[in-house]
């Protein structure tokens, strides 16, 4: 199984940008996927999370209203939409995939088994 994370860059208080994670791998599909972030000097922490059918999502608290996760299963990509970005977003943003099939949302990093190289986001006040 591989990750692949793309999308990340520079951009203004307020504004918009949509990180894309590509899939490989048989099983992908069938497990939940999530977001997490890194920003310097600080422990990784969860962003988002979405089950292995797309039904179910979940955010942190500090996204919420703003971040938008999202997933195309014939694709086998994972997605997350980031409108009204903040200083405080700026971070290497990592995709990871739930070690389990048929999986839920999951918040805690200690049950995702692979991730992506993470992406960096910087957001200029």
């Known amino acids: 199984v591989q990750l692949q994370a793309s999308g990340g860059g520079l951009v203004q208080a307020g504004g918009s940008l949509r990180l894309s994670c590509a899939v490989s791998?048989?099983?992908?599909?069938?497990?939940?996927m999530g977001w997490f972030r890194q920003a310097p000097g600080k422990e990784r922490e969860f962003v988002a999370s979405?089950?292995?059918?797309?039904?179910?999502?979940y955010y942190a608290d500090f996204v919420k209203g703003r971040f938008t996760i999202s997933r195309d299963k014939a694709a086998n990509t994972v997605s997350l939409k980031m409108n009204d970005l903040k200083p405080e977003d700026t971070a290497v943003y990592y995709c990871?995939?739930?070690?389990?099939?048929?999986?839920?949302?999951?918040?805690?990093?200690?049950?995702?088994?692979?991730w992506g190289q993470g992406t960096q986001v910087t957001v200029s006040s």
């Open positions: 990871a995939r739930r070690g389990q099939r048929f999986s839920t949302i999951e918040i805690q990093e200690r049950f995702y088994d692979y």
């Open positions: 979405i089950s292995w059918t797309g039904g179910s999502t």
């Open positions: 791998g048989r099983t992908v599909s069938l497990a939940a």
